[in-house]
């Protein structure tokens, strides 16, 4: 398993858990507001190399702080690009930690095969744009078939679980929003994130729009709030 970087403690990432944060490098999405290019493209990822993380390490670590976590969480990238992502997985499950998986639904079979195994006991899916959007979107990687997949295994999962949108004003209109939220009709949880310009894997997103805290809490409230259990704004 390949580890490009760590967060040894966090109490956001898992809710209600004490987690630690691992992240992959590689990613089949190119979405241009992406925070964490360095975990994407791979001439970045070339220049990194040399400072991933050894299973072996991480494990020890574990071993070490196994007391003050819950949980582990993987994100990226995108970590069900890991060919040996199961074994990993298990090996982690079986040192007694919760695990939380950040996908960007990609690959609907593997979230079934780490579902069904029992390898996994909470997944955050982002949903980037409505699914007549998603190839221009992140690229053609993006598979509407296979995002709508992985939204109904995820929902019918029986585990806790949460939905997330980066939102960006020249990408998500009103009409693109209202698409996004008859996708995930019914779930139970669903985070808006504000799109922040800085570091982004496309230089031209510096120049892109965000929505207002005002603005966000309307779209929140009179677009998703219908439809969905439970819908707040992260900042």
Do not use: W
């Amino acid at each position: 398993m390949q580890i490009s970087g760590i967060q040894k403690f966090t109490l956001l990432d898992y809710p209600n858990k004490t987690a630690c944060v691992i992240f992959t490098p590689g990613c089949n999405f190119r979405c241009g507001f992406c925070h964490n290019p360095e975990f994407v493209l791979p001439e970045k990822i070339q220049k990194i190399k040399d400072s991933f993380i050894p299973e072996e390490i991480f494990f020890n670590f574990l071993e070490r702080r196994g007391k003050l976590l819950d949980a582990v969480v993987i994100s990226g990238g995108e970590p069900s690009l890991m060919p040996d992502i199961i074994e990993f997985v298990t090996k982690i499950k079986g040192m007694g930690f919760l695990v939380k998986l950040d996908s960007n639904g990609s690959r609907p079979g593997v979230i079934r095969d780490m579902i069904q195994a029992k390898l996994v006991d909470y997944i955050a899916m982002d949903i980037k744009t409505s699914l007549e959007k998603y190839t221009s979107l992140v690229g053609t990687s993006g598979n509407p078939e296979k995002i709508e997949e992985s939204i109904k295994i995820i929902m019918d999962s029986g585990l806790p679980y949460e939905f997330r949108s980066t939102i960006v004003k020249e990408d998500h209109p009103r009409e693109v929003l209202e698409q996004m939220a008859r996708l995930i009709s019914g779930a139970e949880k669903y985070y808006l994130q504000r799109f922040r310009p800085g570091t982004v894997l496309n230089p031209k997103y510096n120049d892109f729009s965000s929505y207002s805290s005002e603005e966000m809490e309307d779209i929140a409230k009179n677009i998703f709030s219908p439809v969905i259990k439970e819908v707040s704004v992260r900042e």
